[in-house]
């Protein structure tokens, strides 16, 4: 049994962190009722999961987490088996400095949702340099996404002068979302 961080704040219901609500309340869903996921920490209100029409059982996984003495006190104890980032470049590398200054054994795994060589470089250099342990991956949503992120990586590294590994890049299509999301029209949900 796993209990897992959702690492950034985001909506169900439009577009917010957690990417594009498309693809991704399907996502959320299937880690919320997976049954080996006893517990999913989360910085927002469990009220916001509603949408998602989980029954009861399931809404009982999660635990709401109000404060950062809160969430070191979550990590503290390595109760934490995973944190999920919402992408892979705008906390991943944050919590994987996070885990590696707490000497937690805590796995961080972020989403690709767009690729860009030219803005996400840098940030390629900061998740290198935080120091990506053998279970942290980035969850590439197709082929085409791993191989742009290899290529990146080896580009990155190739001018760095100290040497760093690179997170795993795990193959991870995410599910069509057929279902209509509030406050979308019928344009914007042609596909993910």
């Known amino acids: ?14 577009t917010g962190l957690f990417g594009r609500a498309i693809a991704n309340r399907r996502l959320l869903k299937a880690i919320l009722s997976c049954g080996r996921i006893y517990r999913v920490y989360t910085t927002d209100s469990p ?29 503290a104890d390595n109760q ?6 919402s992408d892979f470049v705008t906390h991943f590398a944050n919590w994987i400095h996070y885990r590696n ?18 803005r996400f470089t840098a940030d390629i250099y900061r ?25 990146l990586f ?6 760095m002068s100290f040497s760093s590994r690179a997170p795993g890049l795990i193959r991870m299509p995410l599910p069509f979302e057929t279902d209509a999301v509030p406050g979308q029209d019928d344009r914007s949900s042609n596909g993910p």
């Open 80 to 85: 934490i088996q995973a944190v999920l980032c």
């Open 127 to 151: 998740i290198l340099c935080a120091g990506p342990s053998l279970v942290d991956a980035i969850l590439c949503t197709s082929q085409c996404a791993e191989d742009v992120l290899e290529r």
């Open 1 to 14: 049994m796993y209990s897992v961080f959702i690492a950034d704040s985001f909506s169900v219901a439009d």
């Open 47 to 75: 009220e916001i999961f509603s949408i998602l029409e989980l029954p009861e059982s399931i809404q009982e996984k999660i635990t709401q987490l109000t404060s950062l003495p809160a969430v070191d006190r979550a990590f």
């Open 101 to 118: 200054s707490h000497a937690l054994n805590t796995a961080v795994y972020g989403f690709v949702h767009s690729l860009s060589y030219q």
């Open 154 to 159: 080896v580009k990155v590294q190739d001018t």
